[in-house]
Structure formats: structure tokens, C-alpha cells
């Protein structure tokens, strides 16, 4: 394990995601500068003598990750975005199937803990909405884990499934991370990928 300094969002998401590559539930992982854009309008102009007059500008939107997801994930990490609908719930990841290469594939926007941040100008929602409208392309929120203890947590990534070995120490790899909690509930339940995978597969029996 390496040292960090102030990792983001997206880097504590490749450490969760290198740990699924390692164990083979991930092919591959494509970040930028290799994630496409996707066009979303593009734009509006009028002619203004012999120049156009920009009435609206065009907007694109990038996604922050993609996963293109083993088989062995299926029904632990993912069940399929047009799967049946008692299964939506089954699994963390809602993927699509791509003909070209025969694999299933998730968008991925990192979000920080409340999810509220802009993507793009305007509220994440709008964009994925829109998103779909244009290409039919779902691009699937994660959240790491919650600023503080709720309740329900099934929409976050490491409550829902497993807590990446490197968050369990500081970034110095001094000592154990201390786990925050609000009046002694913690806000994450760490689990191991091999705790989570058990768990699931104990689940489906």
C-alpha cells in the first residue's frame, strides 16, 4: 500500500475498484482521459450578417468512470439495468450489455457524500435524464459513504458492498483509521470483498 495525500472521490473509488480487478469481478476499469464524451445539445446559433450569433452554447457531458464487468460479478455486483424488475434491487450496479465485445458496462459518476453537487452546470438528475433522452446511455450515481449515520444506507457504494483495505488505514499508513460515528452508530459497516462476496453467495442459496 502507498502513502496518500488528500486523495478525491474518483481515487477512493479506483481503490475500491483495483481490489475487483485484482480479483477478477472488473476487466476493466477507464478513467480519463479515455472516458468519452457524450453530446447532449448541440447548441443553437443564428446568422448575424456574416457571422452566427451564438444563441445557446453546445453541452456535453463525461462520465467520470466506466467498469466493464467480468460475468463473475453478475448477481453480486451487478444485476442488468434491463433485467427484471424484482431483481433491480438485488444488486449495487444496474449495468448495460454492449453486442460489441459481449460484456456488461456501468457509467459512473463519483459523487461526494450528500450526492448534491453540480455535474456539469445543473443538478446530476437532469443531466443522467438527459443523458438517456439523447442516447440512451444510464449513467449510475456512487456515493463512497455517508457524512454521517443513517439509517438506510443501501445507496452507498462501500455500506452496500465492501470497504476498500486502504481506507482501513490513515493515509500515512501510520495506524488504523478510526471509523467516524454519530453518538456510537457508525456511519459505515467495514466489510471485506471477501466478507461481502460470502455474504452474497450465502444469500442466493
Not at 439495468?81 to 444496474?94: I, L, P, R
Not at 457504494?157 to 501510520?174: A, C, G, H, Q, V
Amino acid at each position: 500500500m502507498e502513502k496518500l495525500t488528500n486523495p478525491t472521490q474518483e481515487e477512493w473509488f479506483d481503490m475500491w475498484a483495483e481490489e475487483l480487478l485484482v480479483a477478477g469481478y472488473i476487466d476493466e476499469l477507464v478513467a480519463h482521459p479515455h472516458v468519452p464524451t457524450f453530446e447532449l445539445f448541440p447548441g443553437y446559433s443564428k446568422p448575424y450578417g456574416k457571422k452566427k450569433n451564438t444563441i445557446m452554447r453546445p453541452v456535453s457531458y463525461t462520465p467520470d468512470r466506466i467498469i466493464r464487468w467480468n460475468a463473475k460479478a453478475a448477481g453480486i455486483f451487478y444485476t442488468p439495468f434491463d433485467g427484471d424488475n424484482e431483481d433491480w434491487d438485488k444488486c449495487y450496479f444496474k449495468p448495460q450489455y454492449t453486442e460489441f465485445g459481449n460484456y456488461y458496462y456501468s457509467l459512473i459518476e463519483v459523487k461526494g457524500p450528500t450526492g448534491n453537487q453540480k455535474a456539469y452546470g445543473s443538478d446530476f438528475k437532469f443531466t443522467q435524464k438527459w443523458l438517456w433522452a439523447n442516447t440512451e446511455q444510464y449513467v449510475q450515481k456512487v456515493m463512497l459513504m455517508p457524512a454521517k449515520s443513517l439509517k438506510k444506507t443501501d445507496q452507498y457504494l462501500w455500506n452496500s458492498t465492501f470497504t476498500p483495505e486502504r481506507f482501513l488505514w490513515t493515509d500515512k499508513l501510520s495506524k488504523l483509521r478510526t471509523i467516524p460515528s454519530t453518538k456510537g452508530v457508525p456511519k459505515l459497516i467495514v466489510k471485506t470483498l471477501e466478507d461481502f462476496v460470502s455474504l452474497s453467495k450465502t444469500k442466493s442459496l
